[in-house]
Nanobody
Framework: QVQLVESGGGLVQAGDSLRLSCVAS????????LCWFRQAPGKDRQFVAS???????????EYPEAVKGRFTISRDNAKNTVYLQANSLKPEDTAIYYC??????????????????????WGQGIQVTVSS
């Protein structure tokens, strides 16, 4: 099994930045695609960003709001860690942020990176609250 633990969330003001981290352990392979989703109160869990195992392919949400340009996903395979740098935060970014890993996809070939079903292990989530 793969265990994922997020950190770095908290309460910030609009315009601030945060860097979320997620450390993987257990039967985790550095070739696994990793991603971030988020879930706001009363809404479905939504895709935010994904990154391939080698780290050279990244994807960002374009709906309901484009995050590319404000958010950057990266990974350090030596540390089994994926990051989400979130800049210029807005109140609508308030959500629980989850990282997830795919046991089936490395992300080097096309796959449904936006689909929760593509990922097999999930972290517990971490709260990010952006005040106006």
């Amino acid at each position: 099994q793969v265990q994922l633990v997020e950190s770095g969330g908290g309460l910030v003001q609009a315009g601030d930045s945060l860097r979320l981290s997620c450390v993987a352990s257990g039967r985790f392979g550095s070739s696994s695609a990793l991603c971030w989703f988020r879930q706001a109160p009363g809404k479905d869990r939504q895709f935010v960003a994904s990154i391939s195992g080698p780290g050279f392919r990244t994807y960002y949400a374009e709906y309901p709001e484009a995050v590319k340009g404000r958010f950057t996903i990266s990974r350090d395979n030596a540390k089994n860690t994926v990051y989400l740098q979130a800049n210029s935060l807005k109140p609508e970014d308030t959500a629980i942020y989850y990282c997830a890993a795919s046991a089936r996809y490395s992300g080097t070939l096309d796959y449904s990176y936006w689909d929760r079903a593509s990922y097999d292990a999930w972290g517990q989530g971490i709260q990010v609250t952006v005040s106006s």
